[in-house]
């Protein structure tokens, strides 16, 4: 039986997951766990690069980020789930690539252009970006060079970190005369964005999130918040699903085409009403993700398993890791 291909991918932990993650990451990555040997975790050391003085909250978001994955279906068996900060073999990798990485290569990062321009309109001091923050896509390089990998599922927004990290392995393997690192490639799935209830991006800053572990009923009143067809204002205005930004959106992604086709046509004539018409969604979206629910709330009972299963995972990624290591300082030429 041939090995199979080594995937690595990771998550901040900022709080509990909403519709978007699932939509756009989680369901991607449950989908890979039989055709690959994954590597999920649960990137603590990056959230610290911004929320250093926040870490109860980083704490508390480990053990909710955790039963969300075990909820859509992230399976401990098939896949090496962990924390970063119980992996430190991937610090000590930091360490070596920090040496061979171009400084310039870090700042060319469009991440970190975009926050410096950030910090720039809010006056604040480019020098209150921490050093850590800096070197932060080299810590990320650092996480998918770690278990030597083949593809690293991303959103868009990534792929840039991973062009960086495909460098500086090249640059490792240049240096030291070796082919010891594969060059990781990005896997950019197909993912269904869902806009946030206001219309904007969906984000748990901007309070117009649906969470994975919201209750029936709390998804129900938030539904009643999306964005319609600003034109319409009585029940006996004629709507355009068109330009009901938000709500309609959903039912392209939640409903049958049965179901869509149904909706268009009972809004084009006034059948139905925006409020009816959210009523029938939530009832579809709560229908959908009630399994997930269940067994979150199932898993949330048990109060040792997600320590165990994080320590079990991250014992089963250290184990891996060290063998990255060991190949690394051997070809480096570390005092032994
Ligand atoms: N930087 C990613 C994000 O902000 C999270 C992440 C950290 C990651 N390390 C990674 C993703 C390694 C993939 C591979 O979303
Ligand atoms: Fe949107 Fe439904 Fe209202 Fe039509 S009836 S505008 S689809 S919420």
């Not at 992996?87 to 171009?102: E, K």
């Not at 995972?313 to 032994?336: E, F, H, I, N």
Request: glycine share 6%; proline share 3%.
């Amino acid at each position: 039986m041939t090995e199979k291909m080594r995937i690595t991918s990771g998550m901040r932990p900022t709080g509990k997951l909403h519709l978007g993650h699932y939509l756009g990451v989680i369901r991607n990555w449950a989908n890979l766990q039989d055709n690959f040997d994954c590597n999920f975790f649960i990137a603590d050391w990056h959230a610290l690069t911004t929320k250093y003085n926040q870490t109860k909250e980083i704490l508390a978001s480990v053990k909710d980020v955790a039963l969300d994955w075990l909820a859509c279906g992230i399976d401990p068996d098939k896949t090496t789930i962990y924390v970063q900060s119980l992996v430190p073999q991937t610090a000590q990798l930091h360490i070596y690539l920090s040496m061979i990485t171009p400084q310039n290569w870090v700042e060319r990062d469009p991440t970190l252009k975009d926050l410096a321009k950030i910090m720039k309109d809010r006056q604040e001091n480019m020098s209150n970006l921490s050093y850590g923050l800096f070197g932060y896509p080299v810590l990320m390089t650092a996480d998918i060079l770690t278990f030597n990998t083949h593809f690293v599922p991303v959103g868009i927004d990534q792929v840039a970190h991973v062009e960086l990290s495909r460098d500086i392995a090249r640059r490792f393997n240049n240096i030291y005369n070796t082919d010891f690192f594969i060059e990781p490639e990005p896997k950019l799935t197909e993912t269904s964005h869902i806009k946030g209830l206001d219309g904007n991006k969906m984000g748990k800053s901007f309070n117009n999130d649906i969470k994975i572990s919201d209750t029936a009923e709390v998804t129900e009143a938030k539904i009643k918040t999306g964005i319609t067809d600003r034109n319409r204002i009585r029940k006996d205005d004629l709507g355009n699903p068109d330009n009901c930004e938000v709500i309609y959106d959903y039912w392209r992604i939640f409903g049958s085409n049965e179901d869509c086709d149904e909706i268009s046509c009972a809004c084009k004539c006034a059948k139905i009403g925006c409020f009816e018409c959210k009523k029938r969604l939530a009832n579809i979206i709560n229908t959908k993700l009630a399994p997930i629910r269940e067994k979150r709330l199932e898993l949330e009972k048990n109060e040792n398993l997600i320590h165990d299963i994080l320590h079990s995972g991250s014992a089963k990624a250290r184990t891996k890791a060290q063998v990255t290591l060991d190949g690394v300082t051997d070809k480096v030429s570390m005092y032994k």
